[in-house]
């Protein structure tokens, strides 16, 4: 999503993406904060298949990038076009993470198997906030970066590999999570 609108907009635009997308990593912190990893953690069964369900998603997801019809993405050049503000870049960037599955896969992950359940909050309130602002900080870079013209025009001559090269990531990720049941 940042990437798109870095290249549909503008760095602004996708700068206030990536803090939309970071204020949804809070989310996914706050309930696994909140219980919802230590009940995966007690009940086996549910956390295998909240990770079953989460590898086999990201395998379709790899699956899909790879197979699907590839389509370059377009950059919006139509001068008419309403261009998006900040509230609604925060929003996209918000939602998107918020309700974004591997996302919440990544931190029951996290919070029920690498983080103890005994670690002292203000441990936990400082992973919280490193995770949200190295978050940030790295889509924002994404944001400069791809604003960039020069890096623009290199990675839409080669956007179909590094699209399809991230599908087979995204299978490869799925499969060493699915087989590390």
């Known amino acids: 999503m940042v990437l798109k609108n870095a290249l549909q907009h503008n760095r602004k635009i996708a700068i206030y993406t990536s803090l939309g997308i970071s204020m949804g990593i809070a989310v996914h912190i706050l309930y696994s904060l909140a219980g919802v990893a230590y009940l995966l953690q007690q009940n086996h069964l549910l956390f295998s298949f909240v990770k079953t369900a989460g590898a086999l998603y990201i395998i379709y997801m790899g699956v899909k990038t790879i197979a699907g019809k590839w389509k370059k993405l377009e950059i919006q050049s139509d001068k008419n076009t309403k261009p998006m503000g900040a509230h609604k870049a925060i929003q996209i960037g918000f939602v998107t993470n918020a309700l974004n599955p591997k996302a919440s896969l990544f931190f029951l992950s996290i919070f029920s198997i690498v983080i103890p359940p005994e670690t002292p909050a203000y441990v936990l309130a400082i992973i919280s906030a490193s995770v949200i602002l190295v978050t940030f900080l790295w889509f924002a870079f994404v944001s ?34 699915f087989y590390d049941l």
């Open 144 to 177: 400069f970066v791809f604003t960039n013209n020069r890096i623009r025009k290199h990675y839409e001559k080669y956007e179909l590999y590094i699209t399809r090269f991230f599908g087979f990531v995204l299978i490869l990720l799925g499969i060493s999570i």
